[in-house]
């Protein structure tokens, strides 16, 4: 937990933006807005339809606008400090990270194998890491593409950490070719992890022809993506570990129980169920959420997270329930929601927090448990609090058996040693 002296420098900063000349703009804007309304008030007659549909527009346009430059009117940034978190946290919390997939087809594995290594390889000690993929498609192609990752995450890990790398999807670092000209070791380290991703894309490319099922892929016989029981299956386990650079996280494969007729609600479903499975095997205090087609493109956004989430307030509790990633766009024209999140967001980062829209966002887990700051203890953790909260809310007896990882073996996959 942060240590709360108020002599330390805080670890997340708020920077407001002074834009005088802009509310002048937006104050003058304002005006003309109120002039033309009334000029339509004062000289509106009965049977001038066209009048009252342009005094019907102009004022709607007026109202939108109102709004919009109320939430841009003192516009703010959260700057965090992950430097100062390694002298202010003696021990960093676990983060559970959800993948969530639904279609191998729609979604190629691939691209899942890619925004899984990018969160596996983040700046965070990774014996605080968990990686949990949903299969929702209940697909063989893709556990066995994750498996495969699972073993190249090994080389493509270190080699992130040792090069301090900053877009950890491979699919996008390896679109840049090598910079360095001599004989390096940079060089022949690049070389070899390229090498290795190739061959790690066509084996996951060449999976629907060409595979050998054992007996590890024997839950997946007979079953339908609307018809299976649930297989979770734990990838790799981080036995022992120390969180050193060579380490590679949990990483746990889940694919949910489903019937024909039983409504399972989509991704909302899928979420709800990574957050029981990740409360019984590693239950960490916060959790991430992305999509499968999504990957990291910053190396330390976890501890980005944490200096918002470890920073308490002057009463030393931090009521911070979710830290929101904005979204970047790398394959299509999606300038206008960029444009709109960058300006929008500073807005109601300045009025009271950013917009809340699920993926590429952390939360706590008591907060998906519907607790209250008030039933914390003093680490934050939910596994110390009784099973009732004061909402009255008792949890399935499922989610208070809490069991580490290490006790708890579902099912493993038999070359993760
Ligand atoms: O039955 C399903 C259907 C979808 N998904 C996953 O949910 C995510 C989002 O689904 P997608 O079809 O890609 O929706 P988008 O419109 O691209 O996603 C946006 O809109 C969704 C709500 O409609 C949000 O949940 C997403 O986070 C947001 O990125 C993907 O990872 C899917 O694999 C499941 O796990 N199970
Ligand atoms: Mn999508």
Not at 139 to 156: D, G, H, M, V
Not at 371 to 381: A, H, I
Request: charged residues 25%; contains cysteine.
């Amino acid at each position: 937990m942060a240590d709360s002296s108020s002599s330390l420098p805080s670890l997340f900063e708020k920077i407001s933006y002074k834009r005088y000349f802009l509310r002048a703009v937006d104050l003058t804007m304002l005006g003309l807005l109120f002039s033309l309304l009334l000029y339509r008030i004062l000289h509106m007659s009965q049977n001038d339809n066209v009048w009252v549909v342009a005094f019907l527009c102009e004022s709607f346009f007026t109202f939108i606008w109102l709004l919009i430059t109320c939430i841009k009117w003192t516009p703010a940034e959260h700057k965090p400090y992950p430097d100062r978190l390694d002298e202010r946290v003696h021990e960093l919390p676990s983060v559970d990270m959800f993948v969530t997939t639904a279609d191998p087809v729609r979604e190629p594995p691939i691209l899942v194998v890619n925004t899984v290594l990018s969160l596996l390889a983040v700046n965070y000690p990774a014996n605080k890491l968990a990686c949990y993929v949903s299969d929702d498609g209940c697909s063989p192609f893709t556990y066995f593409s994750l498996k495969e990752a699972s073993n190249f995450a090994k080389i493509w890990v270190p080699f992130c950490k040792k090069y301090n790398v900053r877009v950890r999807a491979p699919f996008r670092y390896f679109l840049n070719s090598l910079d360095a000209k001599e004989d390096s070791e940079f060089s022949r380290d690049w070389e070899m992890t390229k090498r290795e991703y190739e061959k790690l894309s066509g084996k996951v490319e060449d999976a629907t022809r060409d595979w050998d099922a054992d007996d590890d892929f024997e839950a997946f016989s007979n079953t339908k993506p609307n018809d299976h029981s649930t297989i979770v299956k734990v990838v790799w386990e981080n036995k022992g570990g120390v969180g050193d650079e060579k380490e590679v996280p949990h990483f746990v494969y889940v694919s949910r129980e489903k019937r024909p007729n039983y409504l399972h609600h989509y991704k909302a479903g899928a979420m709800n169920f990574l957050v029981r499975v990740s409360g019984l095997m590693t239950n960490a205090p916060y959790m991430l959420n992305v999509d499968c087609d999504m990957f990291v493109n910053e190396a330390d956004v976890v501890r980005q997270a944490m200096c918002i989430f470890l920073q308490k307030s002057k009463n030393s509790i931090n009521h911070c329930a979710f830290v929101q990633y904005p979204q970047d766009f790398y394959d299509s024209n999606c300038e206008e929601l960029v444009v709109l999140q960058s300006h929008l967001s500073r807005g109601f980062a300045g009025i009271q927090g950013s917009i809340y829209s699920g993926s590429g966002c952390f939360q706590t887990r008591r907060v998906m448990y519907g607790l209250s700051v008030d039933d914390l203890e003093e680490n934050g953790s939910p596994s110390s609090v009784n099973a009732r909260s004061k909402s009255g809310f008792r949890y399935p007896p499922d989610i208070t058996i809490l069991t580490k990882i290490s006790d708890t073996r579902i099912s493993e996959n038999p070359g993760s040693g």
